[in-house]
């Protein structure tokens, strides 16, 4: 399917009490959207890295009670998985779009990353906009905008990650559910295509980290 852009109603879902529920409409409504994202995106990201990647769309299953706040779409260079590796992904919670580059707890290579960023942080860091957000934990909402957390902070952020063995990095771009860009479908590709570009120098890190 072309990807129609998100509604009103995708947003919605996360408003739906019980988990069979939630699931259901997430399943019926989003994840087939998810699934257009992740087939139009994979040209861009193998001509850029130069290797295959694979689209994996989150599938909450080993959730039992509490329904899932969000859902995303997940690419990476691992067919099997890509919890374990860097990542990049694009998703929805109840207020917004996300469209990241994550190395979340399970990720072999954050610590290396992390030591790399710190060592070239003068020449990587710069790339990255000023008004893209950091995130510190993939479950929660809260993130901190480039520009707030200055040189002290992405220190401090980076030095947890080598460290602490449940820290995440996630890098990008949040879109209010109200936004144009994420109704138009065309629109919402090319700000993810934009992004992932725009990511890159913090990929190829990552990746160099992992070998």
């Known amino acids: 399917m072309m990807f129609p852009g998100f509604t009103d109603q995708d947003f919605d879902v996360f408003a739906i009490p ?11 409504r989003i994840r087939p959207k998810l699934e257009a994202i992740g087939e139009a995106t994979v040209p861009l990201l193998e001509q850029t890295i130069g290797e295959p990647f694979y689209v994996h769309v989150a599938k909450h299953a080993r959730r039992t009670v509490n329904p899932p706040d969000e ?4 690419w990476s260079t691992n067919k099997r998985g890509y919890k374990a590796y860097p990542h990049f992904q694009v998703g929805l919670r109840q207020a917004h779009a996300f469209i990241m580059l994550a190395m979340i707890e399970e990720c072999k290579s954050k610590s290396a990353f992390a030591r790399s ?9 710069p790339t990255v906009p000023d008004g893209f957000v950091i ?3 993939h479950t929660r909402p809260e993130t901190t905008a480039k520009y707030e957390l ?5 220190r401090r952020v980076l030095e947890r990650l080598e460290k602490v063995k449940k820290a995440e990095f996630l890098c ?10 994420v109704q138009d479908g065309q629109a919402f590709l090319r700000s993810v295509q934009r992004t992932f570009q725009q990511l890159m120098p913090l990929y190829r890190l990552a990746e160099t980290a992992g070998h």
């Open 172 to 181: 990008g771009v949040l879109l209010d559910r109200h936004d144009p860009v």
């Open 18 to 28: 019980g988990l069979e529920p939630r699931m259901e409409a997430l399943r019926a």
């Open 117 to 125: 960023l710190l060592e070239q942080l003068d020449e990587v860091w």
């Open 71 to 74: 859902t995303w779409v997940a």
């Open 150 to 154: 200055g040189r002290d902070g992405i």
């Open 135 to 137: 995130s510190e934990d």
